[in-house]
């Protein structure tokens, strides 16, 4: 049975940071591309980062670029993301997602089987 459990989140001020870890299990860690979304009250989920089976590949979109560093640890089945200088419209429910693919990694929703929870972000003006 595949979990992903997804942590970290919080309240912050506009200008702080935050890491989000995320853990999965039942899986084959490194045989899967791992993307953070997010999705606020009345948005559509959005993917903000997203990073290749070995790390050696990664995504922004122009709204978190140089902000947002995603990061993985295939030895502890570890996802990471950084987040500095946040602002207030970063506020999200924000998900860890797996989705097996060769190379690469996409922001593509659909490409993504495993999910888990969310973890809330508040960032405060």
């Known amino acids: 049975q595949v979990q992903v459990v997804e942590s970290g989140g919080g309240l912050v001020q506009a200008g702080g940071s935050l890491r989000l870890s995320c853990t999965a299990s039942?899986?084959?860690?490194?045989?899967?591309?791992m993307t953070w979304f997010r999705q606020a009250p009345g948005k559509e989920r959005e993917g903000v980062s997203c990073?290749?089976?070995?790390?050696?590949?990664?995504y922004y979109p122009n709204s978190v670029k140089g902000r947002f560093t995603i990061s993985r640890d295939n030895a502890k089945n570890t996802l990471f993301l950084q987040m500095n200088s946040l602002k207030p419209e970063d506020t999200a429910m924000y998900y860890c997602a797996a989705g097996r693919r060769y190379n690469g990694c996409s922001l593509l929703l659909y490409e993504y089987n495993y999910w888990g929870q969310g973890t809330q972000v508040t960032v405060s003006s």
């Open positions: 990073i290749s089976r070995s790390g050696a590949s990664t």
């Open positions: 039942g899986l084959t860690f490194d045989d899967y591309a």
